[in-house]
Nanobody
Framework: QVQLVESGGGLVQTGGSLRLSCAAS????????MAWFRQAAGKEREFVAA????????HYAYSVKARFTISRDNAKNTVYLQMNSLKPEDTAVYHC?????????????????????WGKGALVTVSS
């Protein structure tokens, strides 16, 4: 069983930056592929970014590429999402998620949304 707890959300102006953290409990954190998703009010959940267990490979949604960076510290059981050049359309609840699927399967799992574990989310609000 893995528990995920997000932190670092808040209110920021357009063009500002925030860093989200997701602390994971449990063992073998490095064996999990990790991802961030977000859900804006009245909209469906969407994929934001993913990172392999080793941290060597990352994937991003087109809408955040070059602005957001996902990283992880396996010694601290934590995954991060650095968000720069924030826009009002980035306003959403951000959830981290974990899957025990292999690195080769991560994109299929993301498309299906069938991650194994989910955090409760952190609200990010970007004011115009």
């Amino acid at each position: 069983q893995v528990q995920l707890v997000e932190s670092g959300g808040g209110l920021v102006q357009t063009g500002g930056s925030l860093r989200l953290s997701c602390a994971a409990s449990g063992r073998s954190f490095s064996t999990y592929q990790m991802a961030w998703f977000r859900q804006a009010a009245g909209k469906e959940r969407e994929f934001v970014a993913a990172i392999s267990g080793s941290g060597d490979n990352t994937h991003y949604a087109y809408s955040v590429k070059a602005r957001f960076t996902i990283s992880r510290d396996n010694a601290k059981n934590t995954v991060y999402l650095q968000m720069n050049s924030l826009k009002p359309e980035d306003t959403a609840v951000y959830h981290c998620a974990a899957t025990s699927a292999s690195e080769a399967e991560i994109l299929l799992v993301i498309q299906s949304g069938a991650m194994d574990y989910w955090g409760k989310g952190a609200l990010v609000t970007v004011s115009s």
